[in-house]
């Protein structure tokens, strides 16, 4: 399984990305894609976002909820951020993340080690 980022850079503050992760190489009917982030210093990912590719069913941590969506493309195989009103917080490296199991997504999304596939991350740097 091969996840690939794309769409990270540079922006000032209040401006916005759009980050995508095409993923592939699977034959899941049903599975989870999302996306973590790990801010300079920091030595854990925090989960930002992710969704159940086929009920389209989403969670979004609370911090960003007004400011970030996610979106699925099933034909595609991918999902996007859009990510609006970026402040220097939200500067970090952002993973997409991929799980075929989608059971119980609600209770363990928050969790790194619950999912199994990982991208190379892209950056995402907001100035002040």
């Known amino acids: 399984v091969h996840l690939v980022e794309s769409g990270g850079g540079l922006v000032q503050t209040g401006g916005s990305l759009r980050l995508t992760c095409a993923a592939s190489?699977?034959?899941?009917?049903?599975?989870?894609l999302g996306w973590f982030r790990r801010a300079p210093g920091e030595e854990r990912e925090e989960a930002v976002a992710?969704?159940?590719?086929?009920?389209?069913?989403?969670y979004i941590r609370d911090s960003v909820k007004d400011r970030f969506v996610i979106s699925s493309d099933g034909a595609k195989n991918t999902v996007t951020l859009q990510m609006h009103s970026l402040k220097p917080e939200d500067t970090a490296v952002y993973y997409c993340?991929?799980?075929?199991?989608?059971?119980?997504?609600?209770?363990?999304?928050?969790?790194?080690?619950?999912?199994?596939?990982w991208g190379q991350g892209v950056q995402v740097t907001v100035s002040s």
């Open positions: 992710c969704r159940d590719t086929m009920a389209g069913t989403t």
């Open positions: 993340v991929g799980r075929s199991e989608v059971l119980l997504l609600s209770r363990y999304w928050k969790e790194p080690s619950q999912w199994d596939y």
């Open positions: 190489g699977f034959t899941w009917d049903d599975y989870a």
